[in-house]
């Protein structure tokens, strides 16, 4: 059994040499090498820049409007609420106002 194996193995090994017996060397077409590095000189000539989202400038630009955006809103939004509260504040909230608000109010035993 040993020896057929050895055998296919052989074959097979001598049927892929044989098939690389009629190798050539494969020529490249006419002016291939001189475009070639013409084309790769232009690419190392014009070397892409990094669009406007990814400099640094720009995000720095962009965070600066965010954060001025951001507390124009919160500066806004506390003078609302201090306007609200003055108004509140004038009532003082007390139990008894709670209970008449919501109709909770109940007759005292005590009373």
């Known amino acids: 059994m040993i020896l057929f194996m050895e055998n296919e193995l052989t ?3 001598d049927r892929i040499l044989n098939s690389l017996s009629g190798i ?11 475009r070639l590095l013409g084309r ?8 892409k820049r990094p ?5 640094p400038a720009f995000a720095t630009a962009v965070l600066a409007l965010f ?3 951001n507390t124009c809103f919160l ?24 209970a008449r608000a919501y109709q909770l109010e109940s007759e005292s035993l005590y009373e």
């Open 11 to 13: 074959s097979s090994e």
């Open 24 to 34: 050539q060397r494969a020529e490249a077409p006419a002016f291939f090498y001189t």
């Open 40 to 47: 790769m000189q232009r690419e190392t000539e014009s070397v």
């Open 51 to 55: 669009s406007l989202i990814f400099r």
């Open 67 to 69: 954060f001025v955006v």
């Open 75 to 98: 500066l806004i939004g506390n003078r609302q609420q201090d306007k609200r509260s003055v108004q509140v504040n004038e009532k003082p909230a007390t139990i008894e106002s709670f």
